[in-house]
């Protein structure tokens, strides 16, 4: 400080003294005159200006080293954009009006070779220590910061987060893909995790699944990870565990073709038809049948799950608060007369007066009985009957049993995960609406089962069951209007599913029907190609780490994705591995 400050006063001296501030003066080689010549801003994010020597080659995606000789540090920029580097201005328009016309007059070399210049627009991704780049406040300064192509040194720092869990692929740059570089990901630490898949159908949304089941599948079954999670997978083609084609008619394999005894050992068919798949019985842990007791969801799931009105959803509560069994509330909806209709009557003699219409409470105060329809109350027998239809709606479908003596899995479920079983749910032959309901159903139970023992004793915590839940077109389960009741199950299977031990991991090819707020409460995204600009800008809204990549990933080849983790967020390009 004392120094600058004598530059300024000592005026005489000062251009000179300033100069000392300046590195001595290297002659770059040529494609090395690569300057930082400034900053831009893209929203909120600062990019730098690096203008390129005419015979240096570089593209989106690419890694620059950037080393600055007055502070003698060392810096990893991203080429996010390439940009012209000077204003077309009159004199460059006369000197192409000389190219196109006059062969026979000189054209002014300086000029034109300016002309000719790029920009690279580049993201600032750290500073590079010995074995890391990390952030330490440092910026690159102007003209005395030269960039070349990051040396494959370099480039693998890139990756040195990224070497705990399972192999999915290898570290990418731009359009190129570095096999000698593994990227792992941990899907142990999924646990207690919101983590986002997202990309257009047919980027390869699936075949990162398979990456990672398959190299879950092995990590629980080799034993060397002593930590046992369940995992719990949507499959709306039984594409993970069987053989499937592609759309250029390749086989693509299933876990089960490249697992052999992993598979018979931690791999389990959760379905409603089970017997569609007993010819591969010897070559997986289980083929359990899906079969949820009615009874097993509390009224309040009830209520969400039929979306009942505030009206319904009262006479609901009405009947809770009379402490009456769950199962008993059921049977007494679902009662039929000796005429095989609803029968109502048996709400005003079980449930009492809150039930009874004026006819009937002048039945009872003569000493009458409550005998007929009209004894009720209308606007509570409408409601019945609505809540009535919506159960019996639920009842309808393939994996709803009336209770448990007509079928329950939920014990076995709980228990494979618990295993440490990869647990396919076969959604194959099921309707949207049934998709979601049976995604809900199945997490509650496994949200109440660790709920309950959160809060006991350390024993009992240690029985909670660590699962992460993979689930397709998830957009819909955490849409605005699903999770904006905080008491909704499916805000509390969004949002508190962390402290129970319970990770998402969502896919879906639609971002931006994700409520805004719970996209940025996630902890990580692997973001393939997307189709629209809308989906990439609410992506990086929620996570700005991204912004930088909108360039990258769109220019990025089939399986090129980019994955965002942690807090703050790691980033890395990643060349996901063909699953074949
Ligand atoms: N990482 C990859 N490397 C090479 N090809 C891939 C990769 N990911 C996907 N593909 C190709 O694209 C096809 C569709 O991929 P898929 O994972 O089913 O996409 P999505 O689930 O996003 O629709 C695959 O069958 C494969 O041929
Ligand atoms: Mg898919």
Redesign the pocket.
Known sequence: MTEAKNIMTNSGASSNTLREFFPPREVPQPKEINFVVGTQSDGDQKRYQVELDVNFDCRVGDLLEAKDNRTDRHYLLMVVDIDYAFPHKTEHAQMLDLLRRRPDKEVDDPTFRALCKNLAICTLLGEIQEREITERGYRPSKYTTTAVEASSHTEKLMASEWQIGVNI?SLRVGRENRPNVPVRFSTVELVGKRFLIV??????????MRQLLDGHLRAMSSKQENRQVGFLVDDFKM?YPFDTY???G?T?PGLISKLGAVSKDKLVILSCNPDEYREHTHRIRDIVQLQLPLETLSLSVLCDLANLTEAQTNVVRLIEDTGKKTSEFFSDLLAVDEYGMPNTVIWGRKYGPMFYSAAGKKKVKKGEEISEEEDIDKGLRDRLSYIRRAVQRLLKMPFMTRNASYGDCTGKLLQYLREGCTIIVDKNQLEDHEREMLTVVLLYHIFRHNQGMASGSKEQRDRMIPVVAAIEEAQYLLSQDKVADPDSIFAKIAFTGRSYQIGLLAIT?RPQAIQKELLGQFDGFLV?PLEHANDFRHLADACPALSGYRNDLASAP??GGVIAYGSPKKIVSV????YL
């Open positions: 692929g990309g257009q159908t047919g980027k390869g949304k699936s075949t990162a594409e592609n759309q250029a390749e693509v090819q393939l089939i399986g060349q996901i591995e063909n």
